[in-house]
Structures are given as structure tokens and as C-alpha cells.
């Protein structure tokens, strides 16, 4: 079983800027050393979208063209924590944030957090 933990959203002017955190936990021993973790975002009635993703084992990222070069997904493995730099935000990037991992075939997601890009 593995839990995760999304924090640091909230309400941000255009152009601002806000990092989300999201903290693994697992069984003794768990570490996010071998996996790649990921962000998604939900906007209601919308399917859920990726928005970038980090391997925790050798630092490559992907992300999406609607982020790259806005957002940055980064990770601090000592501490089972993934990070998601968002500059330059956008009224569109308003939506529910989703942490994301893929363990022994089952699809582990946090609770969200809110985001919202308004002035």
C-alpha cells in the first residue's frame, strides 16, 4: 500500500507562481528510488491530463506543451517527495492537482489539490 499526499495549492493572480508537494509513504523500507512519479490535473467534466512526470531513479522529465517551460517537476528522494514548480500561471491551469505512481500493477493517486488561477 502506498499513500500520497498532495500539498501547497491555493488561489494565485496570473502570472504568479505556487509548488506543490507531494509526499510518498509505504511499507518499511518504501522508497520512490526505482519509480517515476507523476502530476495530473482535473478540470470538471474534463478527463483527468498529465502534466509532467520525473523518474525518481535517473532525474529524466516529461512534460506536457501545455507546462514545458513554466512548470518544473523535481524530487528530493531522501525524503520520498516530488515537487511541481509553476511559474508563470495561467487561468487555464486552474484544476485539481493528482499526484501519481504505478506499483506492482496497481495505480496509486493523492486527494488533490486545489488550484486556481484568477484575479
Known amino acids: 500500500e502506498v499513500h500520497l499526499v498532495e500539498s501547497g495549492g491555493g488561489l494565485v493572480q496570473p502570472g504568479g507562481s505556487l509548488r506543490l508537494s507531494c509526499v510518498a509513504s509505504g511499507d518499511s523500507g518504501f522508497t520512490l528510488d526505482d519509480y517515476s512519479i507523476a502530476w495530473f490535473r482535473q478540470v470538471p467534466g474534463k478527463e483527468r491530463e498529465g502534466a509532467a512526470c520525473r523518474s525518481m531513479s535517473d532525474g529524466g522529465t516529461y512534460y506536457a506543451d501545455s507546462v514545458k517551460g513554466r512548470f518544473t517537476i523535481s524530487g528530493e528522494n531522501v525524503k520520498n517527495t516530488v515537487y511541481l514548480q509553476m511559474n508563470s500561471l495561467k487561468p487555464e491551469d486552474t484544476a485539481v492537482y493528482y499526484c501519481?505512481?504505478?506499483?506492482?500493477?496497481?495505480?496509486?493517486w493523492g486527494q488533490g489539490t486545489q488550484v486556481t488561477v484568477s484575479s
Open positions: 501519481f505512481i504505478f506499483i506492482n500493477d496497481y495505480n496509486y
